[in-house]
T-cell receptor, first 113, second 116 residues
Framework: RKEVEQDPGPFNVPEGATVAFNCTYS??????FFWYRQDCRKEPKLLMS???SGNEDGRFTAQLNRASQYISLLIRDSKLSDSATYLC??????????????FGKGTHLIIQP | ETGVTQSPTHLIKTRGQQVTLRCSSQ?????VSWYQQALGQGPQFIFQ???????GRGNFPPRFSGLQFPNYSSELNVNALELDDSALYLC???????????????FGPGTRLTVL
């Protein structure tokens, strides 16, 4: 079983629509959770951290369900500039040595005018 | 921008050669992690350096090695290059906080390595 699983898409969504991405992770010891955004041939950039209480940053809302080992990202009123690959990321650092970030393969989002 | 820089931006090597990639961390950060991203895949953790020592390693063979310098910059060395080593190599800078946990990682622009 892959450690972090995402639907690779592509998701083709009209501008202004709401789109939701989901991700599951297998390591129950995971400590912290993130969504990164990656544009074509560029480096991943942190979009937002994810907390059990849920967090919102403008049009973006992220949610973590530890019991189900499930992470979600919701984008409202999507813009053309939201077109990118969205990477679900978990960090299982336990203090006994770095395990690094574990990335999903990414979900490719295309916003259409 | 993150303040993390990498050099070179692109590199072409042939099988069997050796390569050194460089990374300068963001000011105030003390930890550098290296990742390999093959086409169509998410980044894969290679190793992390803290206090000039390897602090953790992913599932990569010993021909992948690294260094961290007193100014926290880092190098990734790959010996005996194979065709499958062609990828984007990313370094990420972060701050090691109490208990060995690292804060958010910020990525450099990457080095695109092509092995022919």
């Amino acid at each position: 079983r892959k450690e972090v699983e995402q639907d690779p898409g592509p998701f083709n969504v009209p501008e202004g629509a709401t789109v939701a991405f989901n991700c599951t992770y297998s390591n129950s010891a995971s400590q912290s959770f993130f969504w990164y955004r990656q544009d074509c041939r560029k480096e991943p950039k942190l979009l937002m951290s994810v907390y059990s209480s849920g967090n919102e940053d403008g049009r973006f809302t992220a949610q973590l369900n530890r019991a189900s080992q499930y992470i979600s990202l919701l984008i409202r009123d999507s813009k053309l500039s939201d077109s990118a690959t969205y990477l679900c990321v978990v960090n299982a650092d336990s203090g006994g040595g770095a395990d690094g970030l574990t990335f999903g393969k990414g979900t490719h989002l295309i916003i259409q005018p | 921008e993150t303040g993390v820089t990498q050099s070179p931006t692109h590199l072409i090597k042939t099988r069997g050669q050796q390569v050194t990639l460089r990374c300068s961390s963001q000011s105030g950060h003390n930890t550098v992690s290296w990742y390999q991203q093959a086409l169509g895949q998410g980044p894969q953790f290679i190793f992390q350096y803290y206090r000039e020592e390897e602090n953790g390693r992913g599932n990569f063979p010993p021909r992948f090695s690294g260094l961290q310098f007193p100014n926290y910059s880092s190098e990734l060395n790959v010996n005996a290059l194979e065709l499958d080593d062609s990828a984007l190599y990313l370094c990420a800078s972060s701050l090691m906080v109490a208990g060995g946990l690292t804060d958010t990682q910020y990525f450099g622009p990457g080095t695109r390595l092509t092995v022919l």
